[in-house]
């Protein structure tokens, strides 16, 4: 199957820094990549759609300017949490969608937030 | 509002019993319902399903969906340890985004 990378795949950063989180398609081209949030024993949230070339479409209750998102190839898009405070402290997994409605999950990165 | 519910929460079997995991699903646009297994990291996939009473199977996963009553299940039988993770339900409304449900966490004992 397709293989979805991400980097890192876990961070431990101090209030207030920003964390960037890369999310890479390894042999194939995505136009559409999301990125999911999930809390301990909890689902998956879409956070946001990543389209390449154009704004990232976030969901409701997301904030745009607290989770920055970048797609500027067709293989690449990040996921920037700005100002991070403890209460972003998730896991957060991107995907991309490869043919029709199949979706591959990157590995996820797990982020800590002192 | 779209939403999709799972099944039980949680299951606990032991190994050899047969298990049957429900979602059932309030979307608008229906498109697609997929079935992911996550154990410690991000979800790997296991079916896709656009068209009811069409079982798909692997192995001894199968999974069939009822699009009339807004349903899918994941069956595995002959469980084994290594089935132990949590299986998600995730449905497609028909703008590529996908909605997904709480889980099902099974674990399978020795």
């Known amino acids: 199957g397709a293989v979805v990378s991400q980097h890192p795949s876990r961070v431990i950063c101090k209030s207030g820094t920003s964390v960037k989180i890369e999310c890479r398609s390894l042999?194939?081209?995505?136009?559409?990549m999301f990125w999911y949030r999930q809390f301990p024993k909890q689902s998956l949230m879409l956070m946001a759609t990543?389209?390449?070339?154009?704004?990232?479409?976030?969901e409701q209750g997301v904030e745009k300017d607290k989770f920055l998102i970048n797609h500027a190839s067709l293989t690449l898009s990040t996921l920037t949490v700005t100002s991070a405070h403890p209460e972003d402290s998730s896991f957060y997994i991107c995907s991309a969608r490869v043919v029709e409605e199949t979706q591959y999950f990157g590995p996820g990165t797990r982020l800590l937030v002192l | 509002e779209d939403k999709v519910v799972q099944s039980p929460l949680s299951l606990v079997v032991h190994e050899g019993d047969t298990v049957t995991l429900n979602c059932s699903y309030e979307v608008t646009n229906f498109r697609s319902l997929l079935w992911y297994k996550q154990e410690k990291k991000a979800p790997t996939f296991l079916f896709m399903l656009t068209s009811s009473g069409i079982e798909k199977k692997s192995g001894r996963l199968s999974s069939i969906l009822d699009k009339k009553e807004l349903f899918s299940i994941l069956n595995i039988t002959a469980t084994q340890t290594g089935d132990s993770a949590v299986y998600l339900c995730a449905v497609g409304p028909g703008t590529y985004k996908y909605i997904f449900g709480t889980g099902t966490r099974l674990k399978v004992l020795a």
């Open positions: 990543s389209n390449e070339g154009s704004k990232a479409t976030y």
């Open positions: 042999d194939f081209q995505a136009t559409t």
